[in-house]
């Protein structure tokens, strides 16, 4: 009630003070009464938005832009509290700043080096690959070119779609008014119907001596200014083991520290051999081991003690410790208990129903989410979708059931639906069939590249239609090749639909057209000839 009074004050002020206040009302429509700023009201009246969206990344972007398609009125805050290590950046969230993007770029610059060693044997005259270096500086500063570039591109598409943005923290001060703090500590109030928490997450860091003084995450690695050097990656899910892949292959000494298992979740057999790969590109695994103490020695670099399960304790010296070892939603930053928001007392996660939390007019999408996959991808569907719901009238749910997604480790894994290991726990291993092959890239035969972990996997039911559960793909372009099976088993592709597939020659795709070996028969799953 007192909210509304100021803003109907507010509005009474603003009309009779209207040319004083043209020079100080900006694209975003706030101005001050008192301390407080305050934005106008929206065409609604009651509130000044239809929407607010707390966080400007994939999710809240993709459910902005939507909403506002839709006709809502509606409004962004998007802020980045430096990493332990200082390090901050702009407006389109973690994919665009520190995660798919700036990764997929040092994986493409791992992939080029590569690609110089083999053009050698294919004519090329390249210098003697001894020869070829990497400049890291370089490196990341025409990676963050490209992030500075998107940043900016955003901004613009806002301001063209008409969508206020804010560079400003927030945090709830009751179910339809956000508080949003400004860099230099100025506060505004923001009123909206509904409101969509979209803040994703932030890397953790273990509770040792040093964590937090000497140690990295992948907030800091893509504009790191000295290059990494010797380097430990301390986690094996899917940011250690990208990360160790491309340092590796830029030219680094990297080890990976592995907790229990790699890539926990993942078809296990998939995981070990693309760890397998890895070390034979030479990166190092120090497995079944956990960190207990950094220190920063005279010279700079970093003594690193860990435990091993037999309680053994080792030490070695890196240049680099980079933590990857998962993410903490910013949930609790948001002041959830003022409107009694629930969270997941273990992981501060969000449970919801369609997107939608125990609070009615509060929702949230991306990687706060319980239980699903922190992806772009589906961040950004699921903010769509829910946009469409609230404001046009749709209906469509999110579908986060066999979201296929990719590990750009060296060699590529790329898979969709279900595991091996989880198809045998839900069906039994007598319903489950499993297809796998291995197979020679052509592209690999001139540099005489080795294929020994170039292996496919399709899992499916034995019996019935043969419904096609799972597809696993370990080889080059792994993403690109999964994508379109993802859709095939969208529409509930079955085992003979796909050997029924006619395939594309030369391709690494097709050999999912080509596989018949089941695990079942014993049969040896090795290449099939080239071309029959
Ligand atoms: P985010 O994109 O994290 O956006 C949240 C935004 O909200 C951030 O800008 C944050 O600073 C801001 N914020 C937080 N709290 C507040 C607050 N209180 N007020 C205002 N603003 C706030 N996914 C893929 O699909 N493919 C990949 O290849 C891939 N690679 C990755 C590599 C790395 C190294 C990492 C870390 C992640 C990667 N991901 C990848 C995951 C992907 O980045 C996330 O799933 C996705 O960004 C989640 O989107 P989101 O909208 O939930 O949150
Ligand atoms: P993950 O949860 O995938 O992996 C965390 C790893 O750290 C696990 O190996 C875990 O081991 C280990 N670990 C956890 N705690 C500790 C500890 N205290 N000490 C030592 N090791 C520990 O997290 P990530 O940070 O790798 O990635 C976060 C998310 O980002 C992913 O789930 C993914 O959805 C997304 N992402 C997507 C990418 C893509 O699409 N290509 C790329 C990168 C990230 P244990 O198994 O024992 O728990």
Same mark, same amino acid.
């Given at each position: ?62 459910a902005a832009k939507e909403a506002v398609n839709l006709g809502a009125k509606v409004a962004?805050?998007?802020?980045? *509290? ?49 020869? %070829? ?7 990341t500063t025409a990676v963050q070119n490209h992030i500075k570039s998107v940043n900016w ?27 949003? !703090? ?109 960190? +207990? ?32 070892? #998962? ?21 501060a996660k969000i449970d919801v129903i369609d997107e939608q939390t125990n609070v009615p ?21 699921? #903010? ?29 894994? #790329? ?24 197979? !020679? ?10 294929? +020994? ?25 792994? #993403? ?32 999912? *057209?080509? %596989? +018949? ?16």
């Open positions: 009630m007192a909210t509304l009074t100021l803003l109907a004050r507010i509005v009474t002020f603003r009309s009779a003070h209207a040319k004083l206040l043209e020079f100080s009302w900006p694209r975003c429509n706030t101005f001050s009464y008192g301390r407080t700023t305050m934005a106008c009201m929206c065409s609604d009246q009651k509130f000044m938005y239809d929407l607010l969206v707390i966080g400007g990344g994939s999710g809240g972007l993709a962004v805050l998007d802020f980045v *509290t430096p990493s332990p290590r200082g390090t901050t950046w702009g407006l389109g969230g973690t994919c665009v700043n520190v995660g798919c993007i700036p990764k997929k770029l040092m994986h493409q610059a791992a992939l080029l080096g590569e690609a110089i060693h083999e053009s050698a044997a294919y004519g090329w005259q390249v210098p003697d690959p001894k020869t %070829i270096k990497n400049d890291w500086q370089a490196l591109v955003t901004r613009v598409e806002l301001r063209t779609k008409k969508i206020e943005y804010f560079n400003a923290l927030g945090y709830f001060k009751d179910q339809h008014t956000i508080c949003g !703090k400004m860099k230099n500590g100025e506060e505004k109030l923001f009123t909206a119907k509904n409101i969509l928490i979209a803040v994703g997450g932030r890397p953790r860091y273990p509770d040792i001596p040093g964590a937090l003084e000497y140690g990295i995450s992948s907030d800091d690695i893509f504009s790191l200014e000295k290059a990494p050097g010797k380097t430990l990656v301390i986690g094996a899910g899917y940011i250690g083991l990208e990360c160790a892949g491309f340092l590796n292959s830029l030219g680094y000494d990297a080890t990976v520290m592995v907790r229990s298992i790699v890539l926990r979740g993942f078809d296990q057999q998939m995981a070990n051999t693309i760890a397998q790969e890895m070390e034979r590109r030479g990166v190092h695994f120090i497995y079944q081991a956990k960190p +207990s103490k950094i220190e920063k020695q005279t010279d700079g670099r970093l003594l690193v003690n860990w435990v091993d399960k037999e309680r053994q304790t080792h030490q070695d010296i890196f240049d680099t410790v980079l933590f990857a070892i #998962g993410r903490k939603p910013l949930t609790e930053e948001l002041k959830p208990e003022i409107i009694g928001l629930q969270l997941i007392p273990e992981t007019n509060v929702y949230a999408v991306g990687d706060v989410l319980h239980k699903k996959p922190e992806l772009t991808p589906v961040a950004i569907h699921a #903010g769509r979708l829910l946009a469409r719901r609230l404001f046009g009238n749709s209906t469509e749910q999110m579908d986060y059931i066999n979201v296929a997604t990719t590990v750009f480790s060296p060699l590529e894994y #790329g898979c969709v639906g279900l595991s091996e290991e989880a198809a045998i726990a839900i069906h039994g291993e007598e319903k489950i069939e499993i297809y796998h092959a291995y197979y !020679k890239p052509t592209e690999f035969f001139i540099p005489q590249k080795d294929v +020994s972990n170039c292996y496919i996997k399709v899992v499916a039911f034995r019996n019935g239609d043969q419904r096609v559960l799972g597809m696993h793909f370990i080889g080059p372009n792994a #993403g690109e090749v999964i994508q379109g099976f993802a859709a095939a088993i969208k529409c509930n592709l079955t085992f003979p639909k796909l050997k029924d597939t006619v395939g594309i020659h030369p391709t690494v795709a097709e050999e999912f *057209t080509r %596989i +018949s070996v089941t695990k079942r028969s014993g049969l040896d799953p090795k290449p099939q000839s080239c071309c029959s």
